[in-house]
């Protein structure tokens, strides 16, 4: 359900498909949690230079990682700025890229807590 | 695990996260893995050295530098790479991109995110399918070569035997016709006269090149009208006419050669004559049925004719004077509007029971002198 922050058939599934290597998944979650701020900020970027296919490829990626890693829900705020990254106004892309960045710290926090270093 | 670890995968995907994750889950399932962070890199993986060890490519489509689009464009343009299978990924919620790489090419899809159980179906039917084209391929390519031995074989062989018995050996219907037959042949034996003394006489370079000139001679005649060369075996030379290829009016055709290659002798001889060498020609011919076909045994075989006919041919050139082509009663019968004959009156041949009627071959009539092909 879109209100559960991750994803837990996923997490699931996530886990087999590394041979249930939690050491490799809190890696992963490590590096997840390094490149997400900077894709926000690329977001943000983008919006300011007005460099849409900036803007849309950074969603695009944002996207595609948090679904990977069981974040459903915040994936699917990140994939309404991808797919309106060209042609929405600024006015509404600001206010999305924002709630973007709110659902964020959720979604690293439980991803630490669930799949981080703390439980290997 | 899986069971089935040949194979090696590249993953393209331009997110560090998603491309471990996916080298992960790709080793996880028994696969060797090779990555590249954009389409330009695995292009440059697919070409490189190793590229042809890849069996299937992961590809993403949204990537920096060069997407997945154009690097599967790029792939299906490039034969070389045309035929390893490309596995898009894609958001499962995104099948209008699928679509339209199914339609580019693309094997089949990924969708993200993925389980274990998708991944694995969708890389074993995409790698057993690769596999079945590596065979293929190499199945294509062995039988080239296959092909090329063969051609370059009967090209040898033509060298060896006579040209129509080479063509036997590499045709559909040879086999048949090799393993034995029954036909109609005009057999045409000849020999030299006096060339037992002179053999034993003559240093070995004169006999050897006396041997040259005259087979090469008779050779060429032979190809000339048509015969198929049973086998030279010093001075001796059967030839017959009908087999292993049809030829219209062969004891005409035989008639034709033998008179020709009286002509060539007479020329040969002059020159031999003032080295100091006695040597005469003899021809028999004979028509009649022979059995054909392979004779010989394991690992040496020859065409050969067995029958009467060539025994009677064979006597024929026996009894033959110098400068003598001498004529079967049947083959003298066949031919005698072309020939220009006298009667030997009966003869006996040692092996035939009774005498037979033989005639020779004094000239050609003058219309008929011309060889007709």
């Not at chain 1, 949690?33 to 007005?50: H, N, Q, T, V």
């Not at chain 1, 915040?74 to 006015?91: M, S």
């Amino acid at each position: 359900m879109p209100d559960e922050v991750l994803d837990e058939a996923i997490l699931g599934n996530l886990l087999e498909t590394v041979g249930g290597d939690r050491t490799f998944l809190a890696e992963l979650v490590e590096a997840y949690l390094g490149d997400s701020p900077g894709l926000l900020e690329a977001m943000r970027a983008g919006l300011r230079a007005d460099d849409r296919t900036a803007l849309r490829r950074a969603a695009h990626t944002l996207k595609s990682t948090s679904a990977s890693l069981g974040a459903t829900a915040f994936a699917a705020l990140c994939r309404e700025v991808e797919t309106n990254a060209l042609e929405a106004e600024p006015a509404w892309l600001d206010e999305h890229i924002t709630a973007v960045a709110g659902a964020y710290e959720p979604v690293a926090t439980a991803l630490n807590e669930r799949l981080g270093g703390a439980t290997a | 695990m899986n069971a089935d670890t040949s194979g090696r995968v590249l993953v393209v995907d331009d997110s560090r996260v998603n491309r471990s994750l996916l080298v992960r889950a790709v080793q996880e399932q028994g696969y060797q893995v090779a990555e590249a962070e954009n389409g330009q890199a695995a292009l440059a993986q697919l070409a490189g050295e190793g590229g042809r060890d890849i069996d299937a490519v992961l590809l993403d489509l949204e990537m920096p530098e060069l997407d997945g689009y154009e690097t599967l464009r790029r792939m299906k343009a490039d034969p070389r790479l045309r035929h390893v299978p490309v596995i898009i990924i894609s958001a499962v919620d995104d099948l209008t991109s699928v679509v339209r790489c199914i339609e580019m090419g693309a094997t089949d899809y990924l969708p993200r995110p993925f389980d274990a159980a998708i991944l694995r179906a969708r890389l074993s039917a995409s790698l057993a399918t690769k596999h079945l084209h590596d065979l293929e391929r190499q199945y294509t390519a062995r039988q080239a070569e296959l092909l090329e031995t063969i051609e370059r074989q009967s090209a040898e062989l033509a060298h060896f035997l006579s040209p129509q018995v080479a063509a036997l050996v590499s045709s559909q219907e040879g086999h048949a016709l090799l393993e034995g037959h029954r036909r109609l042949i005009t057999a045409v034996f000849c020999d030299l006269r006096g060339f037992t003394a002179f053999s034993e006489t003559a240093e070995p370079e004169e006999l050897f090149g006396v041997l040259r000139e005259y087979q090469a001679a008779m050779g060429e005649l032979v190809v000339e009208y048509g015969g198929t060369l049973e086998h030279f075996a010093g001075d001796g030379l059967l030839v017959f006419f009908n087999d292993p290829q049809p030829v219209a009016d062969h004891e005409q055709q035989a008639v034709r050669m033998a008179v020709a290659m009286r002509g060539r002798f007479e020329a040969l001889q002059q020159r031999w004559h003032k080295r100091g060498y006695d040597l005469g020609f003899g021809v028999g011919i004979a028509v009649g049925h022979a059995t054909l076909g392979r004779i010989g045994f394991e690992g040496r075989y020859d065409y050969g004719a067995i029958g009467m006919v060539v025994i009677m041919a064979s006597r024929l050139s026996s009894e033959a004077a110098a400068g003598q082509i001498l004529l079967s009663q049947r083959a003298f019968a066949a031919v005698e509007d072309l020939v220009v004959g006298e009667s030997i009156g009966e003869v006996s041949l040692k092996g035939f029971s009774r005498p037979v009627p033989v005639h020779n071959v004094v000239g050609l009539r003058e219309e008929a002198a011309a060889p007709a092909h």
